[in-house]
Structures are given as structure tokens and as C-alpha cells.
Nanobody, 122 residues
Framework: QVQLVESGGGLVQAGDSLRLSCAAS???????MAWFRQAPGKEREFVAA???????YYSDSVEGRFTITKDNAKNTVYLQQNSLKPEDTAIYYC????WGVGLRSPDRYRYWGQGTQVTVSS
């Protein structure tokens, strides 16, 4: 069982940056990890993922603005968010799955954090 704890959310203005963190309760070396988000009234959507061996994937809406990195020494995955827009407002969830395939689908992940709120004002 892997426990995930997100942090780093907050209220910012459009154009600002945030760095979200997701700390895992155990080693992340063999885990794919991802960020999803859910805005009010919308379904949970894929944001970014990193495979266990370091390949990265992004949704079209965040490509070029967000960067996902995994630090296996700290058992932590980060989401650097730059040039934030009001439409990025959502609860951001961290997810993890050993090895991991089909990383853009939330159904592929067994382990989830509790979420952290990101609010971007215009």
C-alpha cells in the first residue's frame, strides 16, 4: 500500500507559478506517477505523468507550461506550473502505480492522494 500526500496548492494570479509536491510513503523507483485535476462540475482529467524510467507525458492544455519530475531519492514527484491560467483552477491529485501502462487514464492507477486546491484568479 502506497500513501500519497500532496502539497503546494494555493491562490495565485494569472501568469504566476506554483510547484506542487507529492510525497510517497515508500520508494518510488518502480512507480509511474501522475497528476490529474478536477474542476467543479467536470470529470477528472489527465495533466502529466512520468513513467518509472523517466519518460514524461503531458496533456495538450499544459504542454510547455507544466513540468513533471520525480525524485526517487526523496520519494517525491513534483509538478512545476508556470504561466498559470484561470482555467487551470482545480483540485490537483497525485496518482501512482507500479510500473504503469496507459498513463493518461485514471483507471490505471491504484494509489491516489487527497488532492490540493489550485485557484488562479484573472
Amino acid at each position: 500500500q502506497v500513501q500519497l500526500v500532496e502539497s503546494g496548492g494555493g491562490l495565485v494570479q494569472a501568469g504566476d507559478s506554483l510547484r506542487l509536491s507529492c510525497a510517497a510513503s515508500g520508494p518510488t523507483t518502480w512507480y509511474a506517477m501522475a497528476w490529474f485535476r478536477q474542476a467543479p462540475g467536470k470529470e477528472r482529467e489527465f495533466v502529466a505523468a512520468t513513467s518509472w524510467n523517466g519518460n514524461t507525458y503531458y496533456s495538450d492544455s499544459v504542454e510547455g507550461r507544466f513540468t513533471i519530475t520525480k525524485d526517487n531519492a526523496k520519494n517525491t514527484v513534483y509538478l512545476q506550473q508556470n504561466s498559470l491560467k484561470p482555467e487551470d483552477t482545480a483540485i490537483y491529485y497525485c496518482a501512482a502505480e507500479m510500473w504503469g501502462v496507459g498513463l493518461r487514464s485514471p483507471d490505471r492507477y491504484r494509489y491516489w492522494g487527497q488532492g490540493t486546491q489550485v485557484t488562479v484568479s484573472s
